[in-house]
């Protein structure tokens, strides 16, 4: 049964717009830019790191979209968007890989449905996009932390 995987980059209107008033253009271009590059380099590490070669269906806005010949395992999602999040969440920009499970035919004959149902899934996934951070939630030792310098 084939996959159809929606790579999801949240976070990038305010990393756009968060910029000090002067030089805007100039900083609006090149962040715009830069969301551009990045959704282009979620790709190419999602496609380098599969067994298979996906089909990419849409690129656009911060949003991809691939059929899969097989869908993969959570751990793969898990790894993939893991490894670029890293990286990104100093920025506030953050991937979310979501996937659903499709029959042969139905991309063709019901793509709409497949949309909505995968974009449902991603909606459920963003809500859960720390768990791939579990150093956000360990207890903090109240002994060891500084005070500040007031």
């Known amino acids: 049964m084939p996959g159809f995987l929606k790579g999801d980059i949240s976070?990038?209107?305010s990393f756009i717009f968060r910029i000090a008033s002067r030089g805007a253009a100039r900083q609006l271009k090149?962040?715009?830019?830069?969301?551009?590059?990045?959704s282009r380099f979620c790709i190419t590490h999602q496609k380098r790191y599969m067994e298979q070669e996906?089909?990419?269906?849409?690129?656009g806005g911060g949003n991809f979209y691939f059929s899969l010949p097989t869908p993969l395992s959570?751990?793969?999602?898990?790894?993939?968007?893991?490894?670029?999040?890293?990286?990104?969440a100093p920025l506030g920009i953050y991937l979310v890989l979501s996937q659903i499970e499709v029959r042969?035919?139905?991309?063709?004959?019901?793509?709409?449905?497949?949309?909505?149902?995968?974009?449902?899934?991603?909606?459920r996934d963003r809500?859960?996009?720390y768990q791939q951070l579990p150093e956000l939630f360990?207890?903090?030792?109240?002994?060891q932390l500084e005070e500040p310098d007031w």
């Open 30 to 38: 090149g962040r715009s830019l830069y969301v551009q590059l990045l």
């Open 138 to 143: 360990q207890p903090l030792d109240l002994d």
């Open 74 to 88: 959570a751990a793969q999602l898990y790894e993939q968007s893991g490894h670029i999040n890293q990286h990104l």
């Open 54 to 59: 996906p089909e990419i269906i849409y690129e």
């Open 11 to 13: 976070g990038i209107q």
């Open 104 to 123: 042969d035919t139905q991309l063709n004959s019901a793509y709409g449905d497949c949309v909505q149902q995968l974009n449902a899934q991603s909606a």
């Open 127 to 129: 809500q859960r996009k």
